[in-house]
Structure formats: C-alpha cells, structure tokens
C-alpha cells in the first residue's frame, strides 16, 4: 500500500495556479480580473484539447467560447503553442508539488521506496485519466520549448530525488546521486509515454518492469 503521505492521482487544477516562470503569455495577468480571464482561456483550451486534440486547437473557438475577442485572446497568447506551453508548465507545476510532497519525508530505505514506488502509479494512473495532458506530453518531441520544459522538470524532480536517496542512505552528499536521480527521472518520462501509447495490458506491464529496474539502483547507496 501506498504511504499515508504519498497523494494520490488527482486531476491537476487549471485554475488554481499561475504559470510557472518560462510560460510564454504576450500579456501577464496582474490583476484579478486579468488572472480570471487568463483562467478561463486556459480551462477552455484544456476542455478543447480533451475533445479532440492540440492539433484541432483553433484560437477563434478558444476566444468565442471563452466570452473574449479573438484580439483579446491575442494579448495574453501569441498563438496556439504558446497556449499549449502554458497548460504543459501549470500541469508540471502540480505535478512538482505532488512529488515534493511524496519525497520530502523520506528519511529510510523503506520509506524511499514506497514512496517512489507509489509516484509511479500516481504519474501512470494520472496521465492515462487526463487526455490533456497525454496530448501535450505527446507532442513535446516536436516542440523544442516543451522540450525544454520537460528537461528542466527532470533536473528538478531529479534533484529531489537525490536528495531522498541521501537521507534515506545515512545523510550521505545528494551530488553521488545527482546523475543517476536526473537520468531515472529522464528515463521515466520516456517510460511513461511508451506506456501510455500502448494497450492498458503492456502498459502497465512497462510502468511495473521499469518500477523495478529504477527501484533497484535507487536503493544502491
């Protein structure tokens, strides 16, 4: 069973965080009633996105169903991707505080590996539930900025990772396990999205195999 203090999968909120830092709006929202328009643009394309894909995302339908002008929509995004990029980085965001929150704690081998353990089944069952999010990471290979999000969130995580890894192996320097820790986490994102592209059967069957291949050297002091 999953630690108490691991989340569980939980559908990351559009609405309640600010992008993060690297998000590429023309207009950043300064004022609540700014933020609440940005909000809503977001929610829409994430809706939109669901229903048929970035691909089919068209910034009139974005603008008409989220009550503002197409020049409106203009002001806060450039284009499409730049809308994409922002709902990636929100997404990423949450998902960073879920596993800041799982591995925080972690000061044993025991705990270290429940808790990493259980990351993997909230990343695997959240991905599959959210199609918005299936549809960006998806596309990231094609998108150099998303690419480029996705390394730095790798570096990130990577390094809470390490730093669990040296409680959990006697307080030991968090650098010996700073490049295994980004390359696990690296190789997970490759993982996931093999996993997700497959039947749910050999899914599943790559999210467990490369469960217990990382587990194996993230327990090697």
Request: proline share 5%; net charge neutral.
């Given at each position: 069973?999953?630690?108490?203090?691991?989340?569980?999968?939980?559908?990351?909120?559009?609405?309640?965080?600010?992008?993060?830092?690297?998000?590429?709006?023309?207009?950043?929202?300064?004022?609540?009633r700014s933020r609440e328009r940005m909000d809503r643009i977001l929610a829409v394309?994430?809706?939109?996105?669901?229903?048929?894909?970035?691909?089919?995302?068209?910034?009139?339908?974005?603008?008409?169903?989220?009550?503002?002008?197409?020049?409106?929509?203009?002001?806060?995004?450039?284009?499409?991707?730049?809308?994409?990029?922002?709902?990636?980085?929100?997404?990423?965001?949450?998902?960073?505080?879920?596993?800041?929150?799982?591995?925080?704690?972690?000061?044993?081998?025991?705990?270290?590996?429940?808790?990493?353990?259980?990351?993997?089944?909230?990343?695997?069952?959240?991905?599959?539930?959210?199609?918005?999010?299936?549809?960006?990471?998806?596309?990231?290979q094609a998108d150099k900025q998303l690419m480029a999000l996705e390394l730095a969130?790798?570096?990130?995580?990577?390094?809470?990772?390490?730093?669990?890894?040296?409680?959990?192996?006697?307080?030991?320097?968090?650098?010996?396990?700073?490049?295994?820790?980004?390359?696990?986490?690296q190789l997970g994102e490759a993982a996931m999205r093999l996993a997700i592209s497959?039947?749910?059967?050999?899914?599943?069957?790559?999210?467990?195999?490369?469960?217990?291949?990382?587990?194996?050297?993230?327990?090697?002091?």
């Amino acid at each position: 069973m999953a630690p108490a203090r691991t989340p569980s999968p939980r559908k990351p909120s559009i609405s309640s965080h600010a992008p993060a830092e690297t998000s590429l709006p023309r207009r950043a929202p300064v004022q609540q009633r700014s933020r609440e328009r940005m909000d809503r643009i977001l929610a829409v394309a994430s809706s939109l996105i669901g229903s048929r894909g970035s691909d089919q995302l068209k910034m009139g339908e974005v603008a008409e169903q989220a009550g503002i002008s197409i020049g409106s929509l203009y002001q806060y995004f450039p284009d499409k991707s730049a809308i994409i990029r922002s709902l990636a980085e929100r997404y990423s965001l949450e998902s960073r505080r879920c596993i800041e929150e799982a591995l925080l704690p972690v000061t044993s081998l025991a705990e270290l590996e429940e808790a990493y353990g259980s990351l993997i089944d909230v990343y695997y069952a959240l991905f599959k539930a959210e199609p918005v999010m299936r549809d960006i990471w998806s596309g990231m290979q094609a998108d150099k900025q998303l690419m480029a999000l996705e390394l730095a969130e790798s570096r990130l995580c990577g390094m809470m990772l390490a730093q669990a890894m040296a409680r959990a192996h006697n307080g030991r320097d968090p650098a010996i396990y700073a490049a295994r820790a980004f390359m696990i986490w690296q190789l997970g994102e490759a993982a996931m999205r093999l996993a997700i592209s497959v039947d749910e059967a050999e899914g599943g069957a790559i999210v467990s195999a490369f469960r217990q291949m990382t587990l194996r050297e993230i327990l090697t002091p």
